[in-house]
Nanobody, 119 residues
Framework: QVQLVESGGGLVQPGGSLRLSCAAS????????MAWYRQTPGKQRELVAS???????NYAGSVKGRFTISRDFVRNTVSLQMNSLKPEDAAVYYC????WGAGVLNDYWGRGTQVTVSS
């Protein structure tokens, strides 16, 4: 059974930092592209950052230079270090694991963790 379990969300003041973590189980973690998405009410879920199995990263323009995605192949976790947080970063953040295997898309999501940025 595939599980992606996020943790680390919470309330932080503008300018503050948070670190999100996602623990993956039930998948061959090393071959999956791992990513963080976020969503606010009434808006589409958007990609925040992704990291491939060989460590290539991609960031949304709005978070570049402030957020850092990383992965741990021993613990099967992916993390998102968020610095200099802004009120517009507030959202539910979702962990995603994606892999194409034999022509089949394997696409898994966590349940999300709330990030609130407010003074």
């Amino acid at each position: 059974q595939v599980q992606l379990v996020e943790s680390g969300g919470g309330l932080v003041q503008p300018g503050g930092s948070l670190r999100l973590s996602c623990a993956a189980s039930g998948i061959a973690f090393s071959v999956y592209v791992m990513a963080w998405y976020r969503q606010t009410p009434g808006k589409q879920r958007e990609l925040v950052a992704s990291i491939t199995s060989d460590g290539r990263t991609n960031y949304a323009g709005s978070v570049k230079g402030r957020f850092t995605i990383s992965r741990d192949f021993v613990r099967n976790t992916v993390s998102l270090q968020m610095n200099s947080l802004k009120p517009e970063d507030a959202a539910v953040y979702y962990c995603n694991a994606r892999n194409w295997g034999a022509g089949v898309l394997n696409d898994y999501w966590g349940r999300g963790t709330q990030v609130t940025v407010s003074s």
